[in-house]
């Protein structure tokens, strides 16, 4: 009578020897007697043989110049002067602190500067006084069509 | 890489001249075509060299360099435009510039038919492989071609060791029952 049939990962698992000595063992003594999993065994060998036997790839002629050709390129990135590798380090604490400080400066002090005024709004306050009177702004409608009404007039 | 780190060109040189061949081996079974493989093998050794200054040689070189490598395999995946194409070998054999660079696979068997054979085994094979998700296909690839430990792949993949057994279980699964009817059954 042989022990029960191990699962499917366990056998895999057996095939990569990635069982502990114990459980090697009892997997080892069950394929001795069990037809099946032998069948399985022997798929797991078959499948993993016809994954290697797939067509391998030669390198090509131009990857080592173009693979070289790109760490020429990132090595030239890494060499171009900055603002920041130009400055002394010493001195970059520095401007670090200064930095930050006009931030802070900015946040606590700055103001939104407002929106500059349009024409009709420069108008307005230039002759606030006169747009404040209601009974001239009527007579000012009038006069606006002034000589619209004169022509009127001596058509009649 | 210890030398590199501190500053020895020759010895990246030398790292990328010996281990080369496998990333783009790695790279072309991962994601089947000889052209983007090239790209990702050198997207790989460009992250080692620019990750030189901060290597810590926790783990043996070659792990983590293929740990590299299958990151930016699985980044391959995960673009929206993803390019990858498991294709047939008839139609690489239709692409002239790539597909003299494919090794002829049947070795020593100049029969015909036996070619055949191995071809339409190798299609099904490619066909499965292209069904697997990206940590499957990582994982059954770092194990069976790679000779990684399960220990070793779950550093790589950022997964535990039984969830790379489950990965590698399930993508050995598919392989088997797309072979199943090549092998008449028996897989």
Redesign the interface.
């Known amino acids: 009578m042989t022990t029960p049939c191990p699962k499917?990962?366990t056998l895999?698992?057996f095939f990569?020897q990635?069982l502990s000595p114990l459980q090697l063992d009892q997997v080892r003594e069950h394929l001795a007697g069990c037809l099946a999993c032998r069948?399985k065994h022997?798929?797991?060998h078959?499948?993993?043989a016809?994954?290697?036997?797939?067509?391998?790839?030669?390198?090509?002629p131009g990857?080592?110049g173009?693979?070289w050709a790109?760490?020429a390129a990132?090595d030239e990135s890494r060499r171009a002067p900055s603002w920041w590798r130009r400055f002394p380090v010493g001195w970059r604490p520095l401007l670090v602190a200064g930095l930050a400080a006009g931030v802070v400066a900015a946040l606590f002090f700055g103001r939104p500067g407002a929106p500059a005024p349009t024409a009709e709004e420069v108008y307005l306050s230039e002759n606030l006084e006169l747009f404040s009177n209601y009974e001239l702004l009527r007579q000012m409608d009038v006069l606006e069509h002034w000589d619209a009404a004169q022509n009127q007039q001596k058509q009649g | 890489m210890l030398r590199f780190k501190e500053g020895d060109q020759v010895a990246f040189r030398q790292l990328?001249d010996r281990h080369?061949?496998q990333i783009?081996?790695y790279c072309?079974?991962y994601c089947g075509r000889?052209a983007i493989?090239?790209e990702l093998?050198?997207e790989t050794?460009?992250r080692v060299?620019?990750a030189a200054p901060r290597y810590r040689p926790e783990a043996l070189f070659r792990t983590w360099l293929f740990k590299i490598a299958t990151n930016v395999c699985l980044n391959e995946l995960r673009r929206p435009d993803y390019r990858h194409h498991f294709e047939s070998?008839d139609i690489a054999a239709d692409r002239p510039d790539e597909a003299p660079?494919?090794?002829?696979?049947a070795k020593g068997n100049d029969r015909p038919e036996k070619r055949f054979e191995?071809a339409e085994?190798?299609q099904?094979?490619?066909q499965a492989?292209a069904q697997l998700s990206g940590e499957q296909r990582a994982a059954?690839?770092l194990?069976?071609?790679q000779d990684f430990?399960?220990q070793e792949i779950g550093q790589q993949i950022g997964r535990s060791?039984n969830h790379v057994?489950?990965l590698?279980?399930r993508g050995?699964?598919k392989?088997?029952a797309a072979?199943?009817g090549y092998?008449g059954g028996?897989?």
């Open positions: 499917d990962e895999s698992a990569d990635a069948h022997a798929g797991l078959r499948a993993d016809a994954l290697r036997e797939l067509p391998g790839l030669t390198v090509s990857f080592d173009a693979f790109k760490v990132l | 990328f080369k061949a783009i081996h072309h079974r000889p493989a090239e093998a050198q050794f460009l060299y620019q070998l660079r494919r090794e002829i696979a191995q085994q190798q099904l094979v490619q492989m059954l690839l194990r069976v071609e430990s399960y060791e057994k489950t590698i279980h050995r699964r392989l088997t072979l199943a092998f028996e897989s």
